[in-house]
């Protein structure tokens, strides 16, 4: 034994990485995975595998590149750290960080994991990017899920929040700041929001807590809704707000009701249940 581990210690890291696959009994094929750095260092009896300096990991035509790196040959899970950066060309992705922690184990569900802390930027496509302190990514997939400043943007939406997430066709988010409708110029901040999505648009959401709604009205006003729940349908074209609701405009106009609904399409405002305007008149405006 021994003898196996000088003559691993005396090879240069890239071949070190052949040996490897055929001692455990792994292929050397890309699909299995590769990996390269100024010096690697193997033990045969845990099959775990520590690299320092240039490391790049590739698998299945993906490939990450670090400072640091370890992991196991057996579970095919490895670590990087320092100037982590990645590129998915299947998945049209790059991946940004300070560490990540690679699972290349497939499933039903996904083609792995990619787990990434410190300074996260994951950039999807040409017009997806999330920014966050932690994001998990399952491979194969659009799902995700996102913790600490959490800024998303997508080409017709934005999202600020403390977490946010997808999982197929459901979206969230936690401590909502900011979520924005490029399109509709209407944005929505709550305590928390869930929904769903058809074709990459928002089907249905619902905010809970603290629900703002601004947004610019059919006379080009600015408009603000509040309320403690709020209620958006894409099929009925409405944002409905109940409890404590408050509609206030910035001509001075301001109504609140039980429950007050915004229509998307003419961005009118509809007031049902103890419902009650206030409004400055001419004179007053003057003084």
């Known amino acids: 034994m021994s003898v196996m581990k000088n003559i691993l210690k005396s090879l240069p890291a890239a071949l070190l990485i052949l040996l490897l696959a055929a001692q455990t009994g792994f292929c050397a094929e890309p699909a299995e995975g590769t990996m390269s750095a100024d010096t690697i260092k193997y033990n045969v009896n845990t099959k775990k595998i520590s690299a320092v300096g240039n490391v790049i990991i590739k ?34 992705t790059d991946l940004t960080a300070d560490k990540v922690k690679w699972k290349g184990t497939k499933s039903a569900d996904n083609d792995g994991i990619a787990e990434a802390v410190g300074n996260v930027r994951l950039t999807r496509g040409a017009n997806e990017k999330i920014d966050a302190d932690y994001i998990l990514w399952e491979l194969g997939t659009q799902n995700y899920t996102a913790k600490g400043n959490v800024n998303a943007k997508t080409e017709n939406n934005i999202l600020i929040a403390e977490e946010a997430g997808r999982h197929k066709d459901r979206f969230w988010g936690k401590k909502v700041t900011r979520y924005e409708d ?24 619902n905010a809970t807590g603290n629900v703002v709604i601004d947004f610019v009205d059919k006379e080009g006003l600015k408009s603000r809704v509040t309320g403690d729940n709020g209620v958006y349908s894409k099929a009925k074209a409405t ?47 003057d003084k």
């Open 182 to 205: 490029i399109r509709q110029k209407i944005t929505v901040s709550a305590d928390s929001v869930e929904g769903t999505t058809v074709k990459e648009e928002i089907n249905e959401l």
């Open 59 to 92: 698998r299945e035509g993906a490939t990450l590149w670090g400072d640091r790196g370890e992991g196991s040959m057996e579970t095919s899970e490895f670590t990087l750290e320092g100037n982590v950066k990645g590129t998915f060309p299947a998945e049209k």
């Open 239 to 285: 944002f409905v707000v109940s409890g404590n609701a408050k509609a206030v405009r910035s001509d001075g106009k301001t109504v609140s009701a039980d429950t007050i609904i915004v229509h998307e399409d003419t961005n009118d405002i509809e007031a049902k249940g103890n419902s009650r305007i206030t409004f400055v008149t001419g004179e007053n405006k």
